[in-house]
């Protein structure tokens, strides 16, 4: 009973802190875009012309978008979500932990960059998190030789494809590192235990694989669209150069890392603070450890990659956990690797080429935070206040405005069978268009090449704004 006390407090006392800084940041017209782009595609699932879960679409993983198809109200999600995961995860990792290491937690806790991924990322921090927890049940499989470990760690694993599709990246070394733990053990018995641990993550990707084929004609949608998960980060022009280029990747990926180092400086330590133990058993262990640096280096080679601070969570996550599995000494050095990394989670994102977390950064250190939601909402409102009845519009860009009327049924949008007959005679079908002047992609836009300019035949500007126009006749 006292445990399921203290787990509830530590929700409670998460969601709260989550939740207040979701609100406060959204009553200055700031929310991490992410939120809105899950909550738009859910109420098409639910609300849309015609109502279907296949209108989320397969280029995303599915599990960022459940929450939203439970809970209507969207601040709410993040927040709860990540109470959740957060305060399961430490309650597991407690009991494991020696006393010593309820000092580091604090420090871990009140990292600027998990209270980023907690209010607005949430399925980053989860699939970070699950990560975390696949990892300490493999470690427990060694230990122990329980099969259920093995078994858990693969269900976890899979859990992480739907939460984030480069996971994938992992499966090799995962492999590897449970074919070099049981060096003494037949073949057969090795194989055996591969087939435990990679089994649930190969079923979810074949399942996902075969999902896309149904509904989309290509098993590779979600690799392929033009709005892929892989593609859903902003471009970072020094990784062009090495795409593709194993040594250019490493270089990167290094140069990346010694950036890192003032944030990820536990993790290193404690790397390295494992010599003493046996290297032939050690061995497994540190390839799982070096996960974290392997699915950077991996994003970096295929382009999925964007440097963000908020990277540096899964390392420390891995510092912890580590330490609690093999219970190694909580030093003085340890403690001021720590410390060095919360007062760095405070500094470097500053000058991060991540706006989102540099903007939440500035938040919480002056209550002040650049806005981002003022002409979605005016929009929003402009087509209320004329009544328009049915609206063309690219939701690529413009989901915030169909979340903030709360209408999808208003809207002629891309996955609509009839979009492209709307988009080649409006006047028949559309009272109002909405397009962004801002994107070169935008449907509308290259549709009508001078409504960026305010003219649109048949129709009169009604707004125009910094980002977009609207017509309406």
């Not at 679409?57 to 709860?80: D, N």
């Not at 449907?443 to 960026?452: H, I, P, T, Y």
Request: with cysteine.
């Amino acid at each position: 009973m006292l445990r399921f006390l203290a787990l509830y407090s530590m929700f409670l006392s998460a969601f709260v802190l989550f939740f207040f800084i979701a609100q406060n940041t959204y009553e200055l017209g700031y929310i991490h875009l992410n939120i809105l782009f899950y909550a738009e595609k859910a109420l098409l699932a639910t609300e849309g012309e015609p109502p279907r879960l296949e209108n989320i679409g397969f280029v995303y993983p599915p599990l960022a978008f459940l929450p939203f198809l439970l809970i209507r109200e969207y601040l709410f999600v993040s927040p709860l979500v990540s109470a959740l995961t957060i305060s399961l995860f430490f309650s597991f990792l407690l009991k494991r932990c020696q006393k010593p290491v309820y000092a580091i937690l604090p420090l871990i806790l009140l990292n600027p960059l998990i209270l980023f991924l907690a209010v607005y990322r949430f399925e980053v921090l989860t699939f970070y998190l699950l990560l975390t927890l696949s990892v300490i049940m493999i470690l427990l499989h060694m230990e122990s030789g329980y099969s259920l470990y093995l078994f858990v760690s693969g269900f976890l694993l899979g859990l992480c494809f739907f939460l984030d599709f480069r996971s994938l990246f992992l499966v090799p070394f995962f492999a590897l590192a449970l074919y070099m733990s049981t060096g003494e053990k037949n073949v057969s018995y090795r194989l055996a235990l591969m087939i435990v641990k990679l089994s649930p993550i190969m079923f979810f990707a074949f399942a996902w694989l075969y999902l896309n084929w149904i509904f989309t004609g290509d098993p590779l949608t979600f690799i392929r669209s033009p709005y892929s998960f892989f593609r859903s980060e902003p471009i970072d022009p020094s990784l062009l150069s090495v795409r593709g280029s194993l040594f250019g990747s490493l270089e990167y990926t290094t140069l990346k890392l010694i950036t890192y180092l003032p944030i990820t400086l536990p993790y290193f330590l404690l790397l390295f603070s494992l010599k003493r133990y046996r290297l032939l058993y050690l061995s497994p262990a540190y390839l799982v450890y070096i996960s974290p640096i392997l699915l950077v280096l991996f994003s970096v080679y295929f382009s999925a990659f964007f440097p963000a601070y908020y990277y540096t969570v899964l390392f420390l996550l891995f510092a912890i956990s580590f330490q609690a599995s093999f219970g190694v000494k909580i030093s003085k050095s340890v403690i001021l690797a720590f410390i060095i990394s919360l007062a760095s989670s405070w500094i470097l994102p500053l000058t991060s080429k991540e706006e989102n977390e540099k903007n939440f950064l500035r938040f919480l250190l002056t209550g002040k935070i650049t806005g981002n939601l003022e002409e979605y909402r005016k929009i929003a409102r402009v087509l209320r206040e004329i009544n328009c009845e049915r609206i063309l519009i690219d939701d690529a860009g413009g989901f915030p405005i169909i979340v903030f009327t709360g209408k999808p049924k208003m809207f002629y949008l891309p996955y609509m069978y009839e979009y492209y007959t709307v988009l080649s005679y409006p006047q028949a079908f559309a009272n109002c268009i909405v397009v962004d002047k801002m994107s070169p992609t935008d449907k509308v836009r290259m549709r009508f090449s001078k409504a960026n300019m305010g003219f649109l035949e048949g129709y009169s500007l009604i707004y125009e704004g910094k980002i977009y126009n609207v017509f309406g006749r």
